[in-house]
Structures are given as C-alpha cells and as structure tokens.
C-alpha cells in the first residue's frame, strides 16, 4: 500500500524567503504526482501535476521535481509571499490518489 | 479545465439523520469518482471508488452500509452518509479523473459535514 509522507509538518518564514517542501512515497510505480494546496475550510487547488517521465514541472514561483526511483518530490516556492500561507498537499497516483499529510505553512509579513 | 461541482458546500445536521452529497463532473464525462474524508488538520484519507453503472469500492474500514455511494450517470456521483453521528462530522471531498491532463485529477470543492 502505497504511503506518502511529507515534512516538515508545519513551516514558518518570513516573507521573501525561498523554501523547500518534501514529499516521499514507498511505491515508486505511479502515474503522476501532484501538488495542491488547501486553504482552512476550503478544497483543493493543483498547483503543479509532474508526470512519471518527467523530472519538474514550474508555474510562476513554483518549482516541483521528481525522482520516482528514490520516491522523492520537492516543491521549491520561491520568493514567498503572506499569500502563500496554507497547507500544501502532495498525492501520489498509483491508480489512484493517496495524500501526505501536508505541510502547513506560514509565511509571516 | 475540467471542473467538479459539488454540492452542498456546508450542512448541519441532526444525529440520526441521513445527509446526500452530489458531486458533479460539468462538461465531461467520469466513469470513476472518488470520495474522501478529511478531519481537522489531518490528509485526506480516500473512502471508496465509485464506478457508473457498479458497485462502489470501498477501502479498508469504511462501512458500506453507513456511505452510501451511488454513480447512477456518467456525470453525478452521490455519497449518502446514513444515521449520522457526531463522529461523522468531517470535510468530505469529491474528485474525478481529468480527461485533459493525462492522469491527472480534478477535485471538487469539498462538503462540510456537522452533526449535532
């Protein structure tokens, strides 16, 4: 059974900085990853979908890459605004989707 | 992009009563959908598959009998949590596959669930 894993759990910054969140899974054999982001009491939004082939995937100030044969993604946020704050989701598809426990981040101005 | 509908956004209900949740797939069809459950500061942890036209799949500890899940159309998908309890309160969300990013998953925009 897949298991997906991601640290730190919680991450506080002041604004302009650059960071790094860490996603890891146990089953290397998946489709895709996918990071999102979740707002307190809201759904959903993808930020960034990398497939199996491919290595990284960007989108503005965002940055995901992906080693499946060690079973790591990052997602690289740079030059982090207040706007930023929420909790960032990372699910791996083996067929179908299983989720990190996210890292909630704040990013103070 | 393709985009999941669903509905309600928020519901309060009373213990013992049966609460239905739509999830829609707008301007696609999804033969799959699939539900999860989401507690207060925890991931969302997958329910069940629900397939149009069969049977839903449910993981492991999920009670069948007490999630309804009906996929009566290739585009709504219905989770019925019956005889609700205060336990059940929770964020339930909905996602289908996406037909234009490849595997790719499209979300709903989630239901909160309060028992009282």
């Given amino acids: 059974k897949q298991e997906v894993t991601q640290i730190p759990a919680a991450l506080s910054v002041p604004e302009g900085e650059n960071l790094v969140l860490n ?3 146990t089953d290397s054999a998946i489709y ?6 979740q707002d307190p009491g809201k759904g ?4 960034l979908l990398i497939q199996s082939s491919q290595r990284e995937q960007t989108s503005g100030r965002l940055n995901a890459s992906l080693d499946k044969s060690s079973g790591r993604s990052t997602l690289y946020i740079a030059a982090s605004q207040p706007g930023d704050s929420a909790t960032y989701l990372c699910a791996v598809n083996n067929n179908d989707m299983r989720f990190g426990a996210g890292t909630r981040l704040t990013v103070k101005p | 992009g ?3 509908s669903q509905h309600p956004s928020r519901v309060i209900c ?3 009563t049966s609460v239905k949740i739509e999830c829609r797939s707008l301007d696609f069809q999804a033969t799959t959908m699939f539900w999860y459950r989401q507690f207060p500061k925890q991931s969302l942890m997958l329910m069940a598959t629900s397939n149009e036209g069969s049977k839903a799949t449910y993981e492991q500890g999920v009670e069948k009998d007490k999630f ?5 159309s290739l585009t709504l998908s219905t989770l019925t949590v019956t005889s609700a309890h205060p336990e059940d309160s929770s964020f339930y969300i909905c996602s289908a596959r996406d037909p234009v ?5 499209t979300f709903g925009s989630g239901t909160r669930l309060t028992v009282v």
Avoid at chain 2, 68 to 72: F, G, T
């Fill in chain 2, 14 to 16: 009373k213990s013992g």
């Fill in chain 1, 32 to 37: 895709n990853l996918q990071w999102f982001r």
């Fill in chain 1, 44 to 47: 959903l939004t993808s930020l």
């Fill in chain 1, 23 to 25: 996603c890891s899974f």
């Fill in chain 2, 68 to 72: 309804l899940i009906n996929h009566a």
């Fill in chain 2, 101 to 105: 990013a490849t595997y790719g998953y």
């Fill in chain 2, 2 to 4: 393709a985009v999941v």
